[in-house]
Every structure is written in C-alpha cells, then in structure tokens.
C-alpha cells in the first residue's frame, strides 16, 4: 500500500484540526504517515494515532521555522517514499510545500479543497473565484490542503516513532527572539473554526461587536471581522477574514453588515454554506450566498441569537 505523508500542524504539540483532515484523507489514499517537526510530541502522539497515523517520524528543530520543516519533509520523503505529500495550505505549510518541491523536482499544488483516489485535485484559485481540477504530472505530488475541506474521522492505529536525522545545517538562518499567541477568549480559531460569524462597517460602532459575538457564543462559533472593520480599529487584526487576512472554509459563515467586497469573499466564498444579512438588497455578499435577509441586523441578530439559544436549550 502506498504511503502519504502529512506534515503535522500544531503549537508545542496540541495539533490543529486540519491534521486529522489530512489523516483521514490519506486513508483514502493510501497509508498515512505523519511527521511532526519541534516539542511537543508526547502531547500529539494519541491524537496522530486516533487518526490513523501508521507511523511517525520526528524531526526536533523550530516548528515555526520553514528551513527547519523542509528539511524534515525532505529527510521523511527519502524514507517513506510517499505517493504523495500533503500539508496545511497555511502560509508556514505552503512556504515550507513548495521548498520541498522546488529542492526534489516535483510539483505542487496549493489551496486544494478535494483529492480524488487518483490524485487528481480541485482546487480554487484567483482568490476563490474559480475552481479548477489538476493532476501533478512531474514526481512525487505535493498538495496544500485548506482546512476544512475534508471530514474528521477516526481510525485507532498504533504508530511506531521513527527518529530523523537532519544534520547540521537544517535550520533556516533566522532566529526566533519572541513568539506571542494571541488570545481567542475561548472562541475556536477563525481559520479553522467549523462556523464563522463576521462582522462589517454595517455594525457602526465598535460595541455593537457585542451583536457578532452573542451569535457566535450561541453557535459556538469563531468570530470574524471585514478588513474595513479591522482597519477602523474596531476589532482585532488576527480575526480578519479576506484576501489580506484569513482564508475560511467553514460549513456556515454568517456575514452580518458585511457589504462584501472582493477582498472580503476572496477569502470566505468557498464556505459550504454562507447566510448574509444587510439592509441594502444590492450589497455584493447576496450573490454568493445560499441564504440573504435583506433587513436591519440590529433587530435581526438579536432575534436570531435568541432563537438559537432557545433551539438549543
């Protein structure tokens, strides 16, 4: 059985959620190997096998360092000799994808949000205008996974740790002198967050993030922000969902006084199912969503807030 090798995303060993995705996908595939680069791996380890993970290899080094999980993916290739090699299409997993494609010769193929048993992926391009099907014609393919783009599944294995060599040099000549991680005030991660509500300019006031974020609280969902809201200083950069922000791909994105210019649904548009509310029926966001209400969202979302609530409880 062919294997596929999956770079392992995580933060000092607590593993993002697009890595089961790719786990479960190379199942499909074939036999799913994972490599995880840094600290952390005792933390990891149970959840890579729930997944599926028929063996590990380890690399230590600098996670956050795009040198570092080159050389790892380079080194784990050599030895696992994958049909294919998926990452996260993450700015760190595309930089680090395409290194190792350009240092073996073969090709890559990012933001794919669907891989078929004969390698052949859909991806969107032009910022999530158009969708496209590509095959890799040249080595081993190297494919950007986006999150979200494919069910959680388990499948209980029972990986053996293999350790990597990567010999001097394999650090990137770059030094790490702070690493913050940002706050998500208990609110899933925007990017990688299964339902997404986003607020725009149409909220008017800072405070009335207040509206976004009840919702969102309701649903259990991770709250965005329009790039002119973040701009206006009305809500932090690291929840900006657009071209200049975050690519999403969630199963619900709630867009709420969000115009939706190209910016903004460049980086929102391949969510599988989208709801937009806005007072101007012509807004932008209306023609790629599956659901509009054309109304006040001062008197929407609180009602649609309260009736999630009650449906819930």
Known sequence: ????????????????????????????????????????????????????????????????????????????????????VLVAATPLGKDAGARLAA??????????????????????????????????????????????????????????VADLELGAGAEDRIRVTDHVVQEQGGRPDVAEAEIVVSGGRGLQDPSNFALVEALADALGAAVGASRAAVDAGWYPHQHQVGQTGKTVSPQLYVAVGISGAIQHRAGMQTSKTIVAVNKDADAPIFAISDFGVVGDLFKVIPRLTDEVVKRKG
């Open 103 to 160: 240092r073996k010769g073969w090709g890559m193929l990012a933001d794919v949000v669907d891989l078929d048993g004969d390698l052949v992926a859909t991806q969107t391009v032009f910022g999530g205008a158009t969708t496209v099907r590509a095959r890799v014609r040249t080595g081993t393919p190297v494919l950007a996974v986006k999150p979200n783009s494919f069910p959680v599944q388990e499948a209980p294995a029972e990986p053996e």
């Open 1 to 84: 059985m062919p294997r596929v090798l999956v770079l392992v995303e995580h933060e000092d060993g607590v593993t993002r959620k697009v890595t089961y995705e790719m786990l479960t996908k190379a199942r499909d595939l074939g036999e799913p190997v994972a490599l995880f680069v840094g600290q952390g791996l005792e933390q990891a380890r149970e959840g890579l096998a729930r997944y599926g993970a028929g063996a590990i290899y380890a690399a230590g080094g600098d996670s956050r360092l795009a040198g570092t999980l080159t050389a790892a993916l380079e080194a784990a290739s050599d030895q696992a000799e994958p049909a294919a």
